[in-house]
Nanobody, 116 residues
């Protein structure tokens, strides 16, 4: 089972940038990788995904501000977050989707807090 460890969260001010990293314990080449977030009172919501072929999708509210990328040689996926807003405050989770039977493997999460 792949293990995922997120890092890079922290406290920033509105308009600033932050980059999250997700280090996997094995090759991520066969997984759809994604970033998800959960704010207080809300359910976990997809933020961005990237397929093994490199295709990406984004939550509408982060388009143009966030960018997901990966380095397969380092077994790492990134989320570059620019122009951060207070509403981006949440625990951000890395997820790896794949395997048989299909399932998603989660990291432990990293807190992102954006002050106004």
């Amino acid at each position: 089972q792949v293990q995922l460890v997120e890092s890079g969260g922290g406290l920033v001010q509105s308009g600033e940038s932050l980059t999250l990293s997700c280090a996997a314990s094995e090759s991520i080449g066969s997984y759809i990788m994604g970033w998800y977030r959960q704010a207080p009172g809300n359910e976990r919501d997809v933020v961005a995904t990237i397929t093994p072929g490199g295709s990406t999708t984004y939550k509408e509210s982060v388009k143009g501000r966030f960018a997901i990328s990966r380095d397969t040689a380092k077994n790492t996926v990134y989320l570059q977050m620019n122009s951060l807003k207070p509403e981006d405050t949440a625990v951000y989770y890395c997820g790896a989707m794949g395997g048989l039977p299909p399932r998603i493997y989660w990291g432990q999460g990293t807190q992102v807090t954006v002050s106004s």
